[in-house]
């Protein structure tokens, strides 16, 4: 069973900080992407960032550029999206995703396997 499941949101001030986790299981192929997205309420879902397999190709949207950083760890199962100077307009559902084979797509529709997503709340 494909399992995403995503950690780390939660209350915090403008200016605050989070590190979300996304901890992927169960994916049948080992060369997969993953993709962070967001969805605030009435709007669309929206990629953040994603990281490719082997970690050397990253994106970001330009909203998040230069206060947002994705990583993974060295088993590349968990991926970690740090996010620094965070805005009320970043209040969402974080979601993970995983694309199978491993470039990035920032199209909702690349991404196979989802996780349950995470509240991010920054207050003003």
């Known amino acids: 069973e494909v399992q995403l499941v995503e950690s780390g949101g939660g209350l915090v001030q403008t200016g605050g900080s989070l590190r979300l986790s996304c901890t992927a299981s169960?994916?049948?192929?080992?060369?997969?992407?993953i993709g962070w997205f967001r969805q605030a309420p009435s709007k669309e879902r929206e990629v953040i960032s994603c990281?490719?397999?082997?970690?050397?190709?990253?994106y970001y949207v330009d909203s998040v550029k230069d206060r947002f950083t994705i990583s993974s760890d060295n088993a590349k199962t968990t991926v970690y999206l740090q996010m620094n100077s965070l805005k009320p307009e970043d209040t969402a559902v974080y979601y993970c995703?995983?694309?199978?084979?491993?470039?990035?797509?920032?199209?909702?529709?690349?991404?196979?396997?989802w996780g349950q997503g995470t509240q991010v709340t920054v207050s003003s």
């Open positions: 995703a995983a694309k199978i084979t491993g470039a990035t797509s920032v199209s909702v529709g690349m991404y196979a396997y």
């Open positions: 169960g994916i049948p192929h080992a060369d997969y992407a």
């Open positions: 990281i490719s397999n082997n970690g050397r190709h990253s």
